[in-house]
C-alpha cells in the first residue's frame, strides 16, 4: 500500500502506544490513543484526531511502536552462511571466525542479492524501519535495498589490506593502499547515489572496514569526510583478541587509544563491536581509559550479541558502558536477521555476564534500538512516535496468543513473541509489511535463491582455504547422514 502525499491514515484507539515525551525527552505509554499520520510524516499523537481521515485502521487490539532501528549489519554475505558459521571452532583465533570462516564462505553476486531480500524480510517483519547495511558495494546493490520499501544507510565498505590465515597459526595482512584509496573514492560515489535515489529512503554511511586493515591516513581521511558531509562513520575496531594485540604490537596502545590518538573517534563514529577494550577480562591488559575515551568524544557502540555469543564472547557488559555515559545502539551482525530476538540477546546477556539482573532495564534496550539508534546515524525524526517525525510505525497484535496474558506489552514482546505478534509495518507512510508478511519481497523465492548460492559457495570452499579442506570438514553437520537400504537397520556405515 502506497500512501498518497495528501491522504491521512489515522490509527483509532490503539490500546497501546510507545510515544515520544518531548519535554522529558522519553519514551512513555498512552493507552487508548489515536495515531494520525499524511505522507511520510507523523502528524498527531495522543488523543482524539478529529481532522480529515483517508483511511482509519482500528488499533483496539494493537500495540504501537516506533520503528526499531538497526546500526550494523551484513544482510549481502551473512543470510548465506547460516548451517555453517553457527558453532565453528577456531582456537588459534581465540574462536572468532573470521579469519578462518569468512572469506572461504562467500557469495556471488546473485547470493548477495538473495541475502540482502532475505535479510530486509526478516528485518522488516520484526519491526525494522531503518537498517545500516555494511557490504562490499556490487551493482544492482542500492536498488535491492531500495526494492524492500525499508529505509537503507548504505556503508561500502573499503580497506587497504585483506586478511590471509597462514598455515592456520598467524594471521598476515596483504597491504594495497592504492587499491583501499580507489575503494573510497567508489565508496563516496556510491554514498552519492544512495542520497540521490528516488526512493527518498536511501542515505550513506562512510564506512572504512576494520581498523587492522586500514592505514592511519585512510581512517583519518575517511573520518574527515563524514565530519565534512555530516554523515554517520563506522568501523569495525576491537572485535577480536587477535586484532587487540595486533594492535598492540603496531602502536603499543589499545585499539580505541589509537583510534582517539588519529582522529578517529567523535560524535559522527560508531564502533562496530567494542568488545575488547582495555577492561575486558580475557585481555588482562593493564589500563582502564577505554570507556572514558569513548564517553568524552560521545562516540557510539554497536552492539551485535548474537554473533559473539556464539563463539563465548559477551560485551562487559551493556550496562556498564550505559553507566559510563556511551551512546549504544543494536544490530545484527549474524543471521537470523531477527532484532526483536536481537534485542532479547542484549538483556539476557547482559545479565547473564554481570550474574545480577540489575545490570539494565528493559527500557535501556528498547532505548538503544530506537533513540541510541537515531542518534548514532544523526536523526532526530526516526526512532520516536511524534508529530514531525517520519512515519515508520510498528503494529503489533496484543491478542496474538504469545502477547497473552498481557500486563506489560514491550516485555512481552520482547520477552516472548518477538515478530510472532508483528502485524503491520510502516515506512514514510507505505505499508510494507501486511499481516506479518512483507510486501515487497518474496521470501520463498529469495531463501530458494539463496540456498543455490550457498550450494555454490561450499562448492568453492576448497580453494579457497588455506588447508584445502571442504565445508564439511570445517563445518560439520549435528549428526551422522546414514544409508538405509530397504529395512536394514541404521548401524550401517556413515555416508
Keep these: 500500500m502506497v500512501n498518497s502525499p495528501a491522504e491521512t491514515t489515522v490509527i483509532r484507539n490503539a490500546a497501546w502506544v510507545v510515544a515520544w515525551d518531548l ?32 483511511r ?32 565453528t571452532r577456531s582456537p588459534n583465533f581465540w574462536h572468532s571466525s573470521l579469519y578462518e570462516f569468512l572469506p572461504v564462505f562467500a557469495g556471488d553476486r546473485d547470493g548477495a542479492i538473495a541475502g540482502i531480500q532475505v535479510a530486509m524480510a526478516e528485518l522488516l517483519m520484526s519491526g525494522v524501519t531503518t537498517v545500516a547495511d555494511l557490504s562490499i ?48 573514492a567508489e565508496a563516496k560515489k556510491v554514498i552519492e547515489l544512495a542520497r540521490q535515489h528516488p526512493s527518498g529512503r536511501l542515505s550513506g554511511m562512510v564506512c572504512p572496514a576494520q581498523i587492522d586493515t586500514c592505514t592511519p591516513d585512510l581512517i583519518r581521511d575517511a573520518h574527515d569526510y563524514a565530519k565534512e558531509r555530516n554523515l554517520p562513520f563506522q568501523i569495525h575496531a576491537a572485535q577480536s583478541v587477535n586484532e587487540f594485540h ?15 590518538d588519529i582522529g578517529g573517534l567523535g560524535p559522527h563514529a560508531i564502533i562496530g563491536h567494542a568488545i575488547f577494550l582495555d577492561h575486558h577480562p580475557w585481555l588482562h591488559w593493564t589500563t582502564r581509559k577505554d570507556l572514558e575515551l569513548l564517553r568524552e ?40 536477521h531477527n532484532f526483536l530476538e536481537e534485542m532479547r540477546s542484549v538483556g539476557n546477556f547482559a545479565r547473564v555476564t554481570v550474574g545480577s539482573v540489575d545490570d539494565l532495564e528493559t527500557r535501556d534496550v528498547f532505548e538503544a534500538a530506537t533513540i541510541g539508534g537515531a ?4 536523526r532526530d525524526d526516526i526512532g520516536r512516535l511524534a508529530p514531525g517525525c517520519k512515519a515508520d510505525l510498528v503494529l503489533v497484535d496484543i491478542k496474538d496468543p504469545s502477547m497473552m496474558p498481557l500486563r506489560e506489552p514491550l516485555r512481552s514482546l520482547i520477552f516472548v513473541a518477538a515478530e510472532r505478534a508483528v502485524r503491520d509495518v510502516f515506512v514514510d507512510g507505505d505499508l510494507v509489511v501486511e499481516a506479518g508478511k512483507p510486501c515487497n519481497i518474496d521470501l520463498q523465492a529469495a531463501s530458494e535463491a539463496l540456498e543455490a548460492a550457498q550450494q555454490r559457495s561450499m562448492a568453492r ?24 537400504v530397504g529395512s536394514a537397520p541404521l548401524s550401517v556405515d556413515p555416508i
Design 461 to 484: 570452499v576448497p580453494g579457497l582455504d588455506w588447508a584445502g579442506r571442504d565445508a564439511e570438514a570445517l563445518s560439520p553437520m549435528v549428526l551422522p547422514t546414514v544409508k538405509q
Design 137 to 184: 558495494p556490487f551493482d544492482g546493490w542500492l536498488d535491492t535495498l531500495a526494492e524492500s520499501g525499508i529505509r537503507a544507510v548504505a556503508a561500502p565498505m573499503f580497506r587497504d589490506a585483506r586478511w590471509r590465515v597462514a598455515e592456520g597459526r598467524r594471521i598476515e595482512y596483504d597491504w594495497d593502499e592504492g587499491a583501499g584509496r580507489e575503494a573510497f
Design 23 to 54: 519535554p522529558n525527552a522519553r519514551h512513555v505509554y498512552l493507552r487508548d490513543a489515536d495515531i494520525a499520520f499524511r505522507g511520510i510524516e507523523i502528524t498527531h499523537v495522543g488523543g482524539r484526531y478529529d481532522g480529515p481521515a483517508a
Design 375 to 378: 542518534r548514532a546515524l544523526r
Design 246 to 260: 595486533e594492535m598492540i604490537r603496531r602502536h603499543g596502545v589499545t585499539p580505541i587509544q589509537w583510534l582517539k
Design 56 to 87: 482509519e485502521i482500528d488499533g483496539r487490539e494493537r500495540l504501537v511502536i516506533p520503528g526499531l532501528i538497526n546500526i550494523h549489519t551484513h544482510p549481502s554475505s551473512e543470510p548465506l552462511r547460516k548451517g555453517l558459521t553457527d558453532e
Design 297 to 336: 568524544t560521545e562516540t557510539t557502540v554497536a552492539h551485535c550479541p548474537t554473533v559473539f555469543m556464539r563463539r563465548g564472547i559477551t560485551l562487559q557488559s551493556f550496562g556498564d558502558y550505559l553507566r559510563a555515559g556511551i551512546n549504544l545502539g543494536i544490530g545484527t551482525d549474524t543471521y537470523p
